[in-house]
Nanobody
Framework: QVQLVESGGGLVQPGGTLRLSCVVS????????MGWYRQAPGKERELVAT???????NYGDFVKGRFTISRDNAKNTVYLQMNNLQPEDTAVYYC?????????WGQGTQVTVSS
């Protein structure tokens, strides 16, 4: 069973930074995708960023250069560096892993941007 464990969420002031991490317990196939989605209260879950092992990179339109996704394949870990956070970035951020067998989600980590 694949498990995803996220960390790094918290409370930050507008303009601040956070770095999220997600460790995937087991990766069998070398071709896979890791990334982040988010869900704010009353809204649908939306793409933040994903990165695959074959180079495919996707960012949500709202990112506008503020967030950077990276992977450490040796550690089965994906990171999300978030800069210049704004109150509208407040949401639960979910780690997502997918391979030929399916799609797996983490439990989510809360990010709150408030003064």
């Amino acid at each position: 069973q694949v498990q995803l464990v996220e960390s790094g969420g918290g409370l930050v002031q507008p303009g601040g930074t956070l770095r999220l991490s997600c460790v995937v317990s087991k990766i069998i196939f070398s071709i896979n995708s890791m990334g982040w989605y988010r869900q704010a209260p009353g809204k649908e879950r939306e793409l933040v960023a994903t990165k695959s092992t074959i180079g495919t990179l996707n960012y949500g339109d709202f990112v506008k250069g503020r967030f950077t996704i990276s992977r450490d394949n040796a550690k089965n870990t994906v990171y999300l560096q978030m800069n210049n956070l704004q109150p509208e970035d407040t949401a639960v951020y979910y780690c997502r892993f997918s391979d030929r067998l399916g799609v797996y989600w983490g439990q989510g980590t809360q990010v709150t941007v408030s003064s």
